[in-house]
């Protein structure tokens, strides 16, 4: 526990404008990079890839409010905010592009189980694994979940409580009560 503490003193130093609670948990640190005026609030736990190939990317000016959890090959660009108690990860990559704002209770999820694999338990069975790409300048409101494999594109709007697979065209909003693309 020293040595982590010892490790944001280190960061603090070298980047006086981040803002890192006490209270963040950052697992495998050598795997993730942090842009400067970063604040990450407090009860994040950001759980880096063991493979050194893989680096966690936490961009500048991006906000990450309290109980998000980050797991994986996660790419998080310049001026993004990710809301209270939000899951971004899994097994595949997760690349949010800049100025886009996540709203609260969002999951962003990049694997799944194999369900067409008639092997039961499902805990058993293979993985799905699918990248994700959210673009610029997208607002997804709250409680909505991103499934494997979707591509979010620019300027799209993601109306609280949708539920995306596949790909949204830019300059697109999704509602659910809609349930469709609305190109605009």
């Known amino acids: 526990m020293r040595r982590l503490f010892d490790f944001w003193r280190k960061i603090i130093v070298i980047r006086k404008q981040n803002y890192i609670h006490k209270t963040v948990i950052i697992n495998n640190i050598s795997q993730i990079e942090i ?12 759980n880096c890839n063991n493979n050194k190939n893989i680096i966690t990317r936490i961009g500048n000016n991006v906000i990450i409010k309290p109980k998000v959890y980050i797991s994986g090959d996660v790419t998080i660009s310049d001026y993004c905010g990710i809301g209270h108690n939000c899951w971004i990860g899994g097994k595949g990559e997760v690349f949010i592009d800049s100025n886009t704002l996540i709203g609260m209770n969002t999951l962003i999820i990049s694997d799944n189980h194999d369900y067409k694999n008639p092997s039961f338990p499902f805990y058993n069975s293979d993985y799905i ?3 994700i790409r959210i673009g610029k300048n ?3 409101g709250g409680n909505c979940t991103i499934l494997p494999g979707s591509t979010i594109g620019d300027n799209c709007v993601i109306g609280a409580g949708s539920i995306v697979k596949g790909k949204i065209p830019s300059n697109s909003s999704v509602y659910p009560e809609l349930s469709k693309i609305n190109i605009n």
């Open 138 to 140: 997208v607002w997804i």
């Open 35 to 46: 842009g400067i005026c970063t604040k990450i609030m407090e009860y994040v736990i950001i």
């Open 129 to 131: 694994i699918k990248n």
